[in-house]
């Protein structure tokens, strides 16, 4: 509980951009594979972005382009940079940090594109 520590959803207008920021503890920033997963009102959870131990990053089809993963080592921190921002982005994003085994979440940041 509590592991994981969203920021920096909010309203914006359609294209626009937005960071979110997922802060962890260093045992699993550095150990864990991180990514994000959404959920829209009335649908169910979607994959959006994972990034592994090694660096590798895949993306959904629907973000592909548009949206970047990265991690800052030193403040153990993983973001999700979203350009060109749509109206079905619209949703709550979920940090989730896993060993395949041992998943945690976060407790979800809003995002509302409008158009």
């Known amino acids: 509980q509590g592991q994981l520590v969203e920021s920096g959803g909010g309203l914006v207008q359609a294209g626009g951009s937005l960071r979110l920021s997922c802060a962890c503890p260093?045992?699993?920033?550095?150990?864990?594979?991180m990514g994000w997963y959404r959920q829209a009102p009335e649908k169910q959870r979607e994959w959006v972005t994972t990034?592994?131990?090694?660096?590798?990053?895949n993306y959904a089809n629907s973000v592909k382009g548009r949206f970047t993963i990265s991690r800052d080592n030193a403040k153990n921190t993983v973001y999700l940079q979203m350009n060109s921002l749509k109206p079905e982005d619209t949703a709550v994003y979920y940090c989730?940090?896993?060993?395949?085994?041992?998943?945690?979440w976060g407790q979800g940041t809003q995002v509302t594109v409008s158009s």
């Open positions: 989730f940090a896993t060993t395949g085994m041992t998943t945690y």
């Open positions: 260093r045992s699993i920033s550095s150990t864990y594979a």
């Open positions: 990034l592994t131990k090694s660096d590798t990053t």
